[in-house]
């Protein structure tokens, strides 16, 4: 017997501005509860890189009633997960475990987004382990890769910057700095309390509007919105690693909407979503069937999209030997072009099924559900019930995933290589090799 399809979101605003979210799982007896506010890294200057990412480590290090032990332990003692991030325009705390503790989580949560202190002493040692790990990062061709894709798609914007900083940066913010992010940042119209999974919705939205009600509102002078995205600069970059014998490539095309709203649309979003499910999402997909099991050429290689607050990007990644890369990039283009054309009804059932069965499986975990319903209220001002969704990805037509590559066409690509006799000068040349390939006969 397959469980009742789960109630619909629901949503308040309290009058200081924050959002609450609940989805209730009822088939579920976990849960997972987060505090998520609208700042990272695109809202930061080239002095300033890192510091949400430093934010979001040092919130642990202790509040005004609770030292990190005790953070630490008031979670584990429950079973509890606890755990963060920090992307391109999100900050998140958050923690899972049983749905009957869902209330401690909510207090635990709250307490660090609300009340941490920053302690000068745990400041110095946790910058070291940040800039420890940005260096691993550095010393990555993978990680490296992927950083170098965000410079070559926006080139000194915001959204050019790595999340984590640079290693400058890192060593040399001072608990001010900290505070200073927060104040400017850390406030009531730009957060969402959000639960998912084994909970009581009215119960939880009573407890955290006593928690957030008092949230402090935005100054008038940082009221602005983080800037809308630039202008993609969509140039090719590479960075030779002499130590490893392969190359780690990257392509990204800006989807950006052809018309008004496109990207607040959710349907255009789903479309997008399948195209790269559809190209390069499993062993079947034609850019994977083609480049690994017909042609040899790479182990690894595959599509996804990147959805932001107002931007989509459609991501190409592929890890080969350098000699392999010019014909990886001509299969690729001579299959971009071909799917511009026209889309074979069993890869769109492929897509579409792909597609349902990752919402799906989400349904089933209380913090996917939580992530992705948080996601839709940034972006869209509202959550769609799941069954709307899974409808929507039923009635998908062929003609709406065509369109998308039709568009990816049009638009120039950043491509980004790390590795083995990787260069910029390399790099221009294989982005000028998949453009040529892929341009309309």
């Known amino acids: 017997m397959h469980p009742p399809t789960p109630p619909a979101p629901l949503v308040r605003t309290l009058p200081n501005g924050v959002r609450l979210l609940a989805v209730r799982l009822p088939h579920l007896r976990s849960a997972s509860v987060g505090v998520f506010l609208r700042v990272g890294s695109r809202d930061e200057s080239p002095e300033s890189n890192g510091i949400s990412h430093v934010l979001e480590h040092m919130a642990f290090k202790g509040t005004a009633t609770r030292d990190v032990q005790a953070i630490n332990l008031d979670a584990e003692r429950l079973g509890a997960d606890v755990n963060a ?5 999100t900050t998140g705390y958050f923690m899972s475990g049983l749905g009957r503790h869902a209330d401690a989580f909510l207090e635990m949560v709250a307490d660090i987004v609300l009340n941490s202190v920053f302690p000068e002493d745990e400041l110095a040692r946790e910058l070291e382990v940040i800039r420890q790990e940005a260096i691993e990062y550095d010393e990555d061709p993978e990680e490296s890769a992927s950083t170098l894709l965000d410079r070559a798609l926006w080139g000194d914007a915001p959204l050019g910057m790595p999340v984590i900083g640079t290693v400058e940066n890192i ?3 001072t608990r001010d700095d900290l505070v200073a992010h927060v104040r400017s940042h850390y406030v009531a119209g730009k957060t969402i309390v959000a639960a998912a999974g084994d909970i009581d919705p009215e119960a939880f939205f009573a407890r955290a509007e006593a928690l957030f009600a008092g949230m402090r509102t935005q100054p008038a002078a940082d009221g602005e919105d983080a800037p809308l995205p630039p202008r993609p600069v969509s140039g090719a970059l590479g960075r030779r690693f002499g130590q490893v014998s392969q190359v780690f490539l990257n392509v990204a095309w800006p989807l950006g909407p052809a018309q008004p709203g496109e990207l607040r649309d959710p349907r255009w979003r789903i479309a997008a979503s399948a ?19 017909r042609l040899g050429l790479a182990y690894s290689v595959g599509s996804s999209m990147e959805h932001g607050a107002a931007w989509n990007d459609f991501l190409l990644h592929a890890t080969t030997a350098p000699d392999k890369l010019e014909q990886v990039l001509a299969a690729t283009g001579t299959l971009l072009r071909e799917h511009a054309q026209a889309i074979a009804p069993v890869h769109l059932e492929r897509a579409k099924n792909q597609l349902m069965v ?7 975990r209380s913090y996917a559900t939580l992530e992705r319903a948080v996601e839709e209220l940034f972006v869209d001002g509202a959550v769609a019930p799941p069954q709307e969704t899974l409808s929507l990805i039923e009635s998908l037509r062929a003609d709406e995933v065509r369109a998308v590559f039709e568009g990816m066409l049009a638009r120039k690509p950043a491509l980004a290589i790390a590795g083995r006799n990787a260069s910029a000068k390399a790099a221009r040349q294989l982005a000028a090799t998949l453009q040529a390939q892929s341009a309309p006969a």
């Open 358 to 364: 990752s919402r799906v499986r989400g349904l089933e």
């Open 275 to 293: 195209a790269a499910m559809l190209f390069g999402g499993g062993m079947s997909a034609p850019l994977t069937d083609t480049v690994r099991e």
């Open 171 to 173: 060593a040399r913010f």
């Open 85 to 89: 991030f920090t992307s391109k325009d």
